[in-house]
């Protein structure tokens, strides 16, 4: 097995999934991680579809590799039942989010052909 050094992780995304019945909490949530991170993360477009290789409606949240271990402790212990999908950014995007992903809460089955 060839060791990846983690200087190759450029940012990390999470992903807060949700569907129609988790959409206010969902929205809900997104208010309690803008008003707590404070402009320290990126928030992403709010998707009331599947977007891409995930397969529930979600929002996007990008950070950088020295926030992880703050943000996805925040993440673990404030998530509620949301469920979120956490990938390195390498610049190889289907590794990132096939071989490398990360989840909270319950796990759920990509569209890696979206990934090219």
Known sequence: MKLRDTSAIESWHAH???????????????????????GKLQLGRFHERPVGPHPMWSYQLAFAPEQFTELVGWLTLNHGALDVF???????????????AVWIGRSHELVLSALG
């Open 86 to 100: 956490l990938h390195p950014n390498t610049g190889d995007s289907l590794s990132d989010h096939r071989d490398a």
């Open 16 to 38: 807060i999934y949700f569907d129609a019945s988790s959409r206010d909490a969902a929205w809900a949530f997104r208010e309690v991680v803008e008003a707590h991170w404070n």
